[in-house]
């Protein structure tokens, strides 16, 4: 490829020209007339093109010196998630409203920037706060680069701070606390004018502790991590009907989540005003106290509640037992497929409660595939004398013993599990149609599906951390980093895209800006875009970097 001058008449005419082969001959091909000699010249449009040409050549020469590992390296920072996270983060307002909180603190280093790099380090390595001030040295974070451990301890401490003290009825007393606020003004900047909480979620983690736990968050309780001689708290998690997250409440680890939901339920309505709305919640969450409060005329809340099917009598033997009634056939969505999930519900009312039972066929297959290869399975390892199946869960149900040594399949119990094959039963007080309230506690399924699939970053221990302040903060920047990424979920959701968590992290983590020095001069490299990140930073709206600048 070269440049050549045409004659034409009276004028002389520049072009760009290739020269390519054809058989034994080489022709020249017109890529582009660029215009008459003269106009160029005159307007110095020449030179122009010369030196855009010659910075273009460098940067080509950069690129390639740089694949050949033949230049100076000054410095090499992942710059993927900083570009992503803080577009989002800016425009969900948080940075806003950390600095409008923070206006009258006279902190002495960058309060929003400490919380925003502890958020970021949650997402892509969750850890300590102490691993974020290291891990920061190899991302590009602005305005962070000063930050250090104690400032990130000291800003986790404001947000964990009270505020205000106000007293209930039924909490006796409760505090509020710098996270309290930030929850709250996000919620009335980010919530669509005309919409209301008329629908909530509600689920719980826990989260263990290696140190005392604080002054009072601390307790030991029942553990899900399997790790009892340690102190752990409660965190409940409120999400809205399209999953993204509204507030957490951090609860001592000694409390049940039969026993968590009636108090957060009341802070709900304390702390955002809104006094009817329908909360959802699974199983593990109901209980006849419960019940009972919610239905109260001075209590009055909407619920839609999953029934432990096997361990209630009333719903294993007259609920799903109960002969009669009409299946109607609905149609849900599934999470990252296109295919509709069918369902089949039907109302039971009984002794004036009511009941939903939801059928899947789908599922129903499914279950009895898996109960048979249990079964064949088990079939063959009692020939073999294995008596280890007793300590397994999914073979232990279907065994029986007529003494301590001699076990066999319980077929009994094999015919009474077809009874819930593709099952669920709901509880509800609501007037909602059966196909609503099925559909409403799916959509629970499908929040908390995203729920797990992030909840490690929640899981974030606070294992420095040994005050109630410092404590509240940790946790809180992961409930921030769960926000972020719903967020960038939905965004990504609208333009069609499914993406795994783990994926989106690595990709991003891989868009580096390498700085270089060639010829006494520094150039600014950004390595190639992989696999997810250019549908990621387009979700996002983020501008591609430049592939080099000087």
Not at 171 to 179: A, G, H, N
Not at 271 to 289: E, H, L, T, Y
Request: charged share 30%; proline share 3%.
């Amino acid at each position: 490829m070269f440049v050549r001058v045409k004659p034409s008449g009276r004028y002389k005419y520049l072009q760009i020209v290739e020269n390519s082969r054809e058989g034994k001959k080489v022709k020249q091909h017109v890529l582009c007339t660029l215009g008459r000699l003269d106009r160029l010249t005159t307007s110095g449009q020449i030179d122009g093109l010369a030196k855009s040409l010659l910075r273009f050549s460098q940067k080509i020469e950069v690129i390639n010196l740089y694949n050949q590992n033949q230049l100076k390296i000054l410095k090499d920072v992942s710059i993927g998630p900083s570009l992503v996270f803080e577009r989002i983060w800016k425009e969900l307002g948080i940075d806003g409203i950390i600095k409008e909180m923070a206006l009258n603190r006279n902190y002495q280093f960058d309060l929003e920037r400490a919380i925003f790099l502890t958020v970021l380090h949650r997402l892509f390595a969750p850890g300590s706060d102490r691993a974020a001030e290291k891990w920061k040295q190899d991302f590009s974070v602005s305005r962070t680069e000063d930050i250090e451990l104690h400032q990130l301890y000291r800003a986790m401490g404001w947000i964990g701070e009270s505020i205000d003290i106000g007293i209930s009825k039924e909490t006796k007393s409760y505090q509020q606390f710098t996270k309290d606020r930030i929850e709250y003004l996000l919620f009335a900047r980010n919530r669509d004018l005309f919409s209301t909480l008329a629908v909530v979620f509600f689920d719980t983690t826990s989260i263990y502790f290696e140190g005392e736990g604080g002054h009072t968050i601390g307790e030991y309780g029942h553990s899900k991590d399997q790790r009892p001689d340690l102190k752990q708290m409660v965190v409940g998690v409120v999400l809205d009907s399209e999953g993204r997250p509204i507030c957490c409440e951090l609860l001592p680890g000694n409390i049940s989540d039969a026993k968590t939901l009636l108090p957060v339920i009341i802070r709900i309505k304390q702390r955002f005003g809104i006094n009817s709305f329908c909360i959802v919640a699974d199983r593990g969450m109901i209980s006849k106290k419960t019940i009972e409060t919610l239905e109260s005329p001075s209590f009055r809340i909407d619920y839609i509640f999953g029934c432990r099917m096997r361990r209630q009598k009333e719903v294993r033997n007259d609920v799903l037992g109960r002969r009669g009634g009409t299946y109607k056939e609905i149609s849900a969505k599934r999470r990252g497929r296109s295919t509709p999930l069918l369902l089949k519900v039907k109302e039971v009312k009984l002794n004036g409660k009511r009941y939903i039972i939801c059928y899947n066929p789908e599922q129903a297959r499914k279950d009895a595939e898996d109960r048979k290869a249990i079964v064949l399975s088990l079939g063959k390892k009692l020939k073999q004398g294995d008596k280890s199946l007793v300590g397994n869960k999914g073979y232990r149900k279907y065994l029986k013993s007529n003494n301590k040594d001699v076990f066999e399949i319980d077929y009994d119990k094999l015919k009474e599990e077809e009874l819930f094959d593709g099952k669920w039963v709901l509880r509800t007080n609501t007037s909602y149609p059966a196909e609503e309230v099925a559909l409403q506690y799916k959509e629970l399924w499908m929040v908390e599906q995203a729920f797990r699939t992030v909840k490690s970053v929640l899981e974030t221990r606070p294992i420095y951390h040994k005050c109630d302040e410092t404590i509240r903060g940790h946790v809180f920047c992961s409930f921030l980093a769960l926000i972020v990424m719903k967020e960038l979920y939905s965004r990504l959701e609208l333009k069609g895209h499914h993406f795994e968590w783990n994926d989106i992290l690595r990709d991003l983590q891989a868009l580096r800006e390498v700085t270089l020095q060639m010829n006494d001069q520094v150039y600014y490299l950004r390595t190639e875009l992989r696999g997810t990140c250019y549908d990621v930073l387009n979700a996002v709206g983020v501008a591609i970097p430049p592939r080099v600048r000087h």
